[in-house]
């Protein structure tokens, strides 16, 4: 038990990330490195992750141009925004693993 004006050791962010690096060490022991075949199908999804809501929002954004008749007045933002929707969906994927 320690005083109460010492901090505990197991709180300490050395400890922590010293403990996570270890498990992270001790699954690669035990489960190996990642197949050719299975990171190129990684590469693969986050690919598409981009292209489809860039391409949904291009989409999206003609037909918002052919229905207001505005010429491409929406294409570029809509085409952005799904870009940007892209990007934010690939950031969440990557760090989730």
Same mark, same amino acid.
């Given at each position: 038990?320690?005083?109460?004006?010492?901090?505990?050791?197991?709180?300490?962010?050395?400890?922590?990330?010293?403990?996570?690096?270890?498990?992270?060490?001790? $699954? +690669? %022991?035990?489960?190996?490195?990642?197949?050719?075949?299975?990171?190129? #199908?990684?590469?693969? /999804?986050? *690919?598409?992750?981009?292209?489809?809501?860039?391409?949904?929002?291009?989409?999206?954004? $003609? +037909? %918002?141009?052919?229905?207001?008749?505005?010429?491409?007045?929406?294409? #570029?933002?809509?085409? /952005?925004? *799904?870009?940007?929707?892209?990007?934010?969906?690939?950031?969440?994927?990557?760090?989730?693993?």
């Amino acid at each position: 038990m320690t005083p109460p004006d010492q901090k505990d050791p197991e709180d300490d962010p050395l400890v922590i990330e010293s403990r996570r690096r270890r498990d992270r060490r001790d $699954r +690669w %022991l035990r489960e190996g490195d990642l197949s050719v075949g299975r990171r190129l #199908a990684q590469i693969g /999804v986050l *690919g598409w992750i981009f292209v489809v809501p860039t391409l949904a929002g291009l989409f999206l954004g $003609r +037909w %918002l141009d052919a229905h207001f008749g505005t010429g491409i007045f929406w294409s #570029a933002p809509c085409m /952005v925004v *799904g870009l940007c929707i892209g990007f934010w969906t690939a950031w969440k994927w990557m760090n989730a693993k």
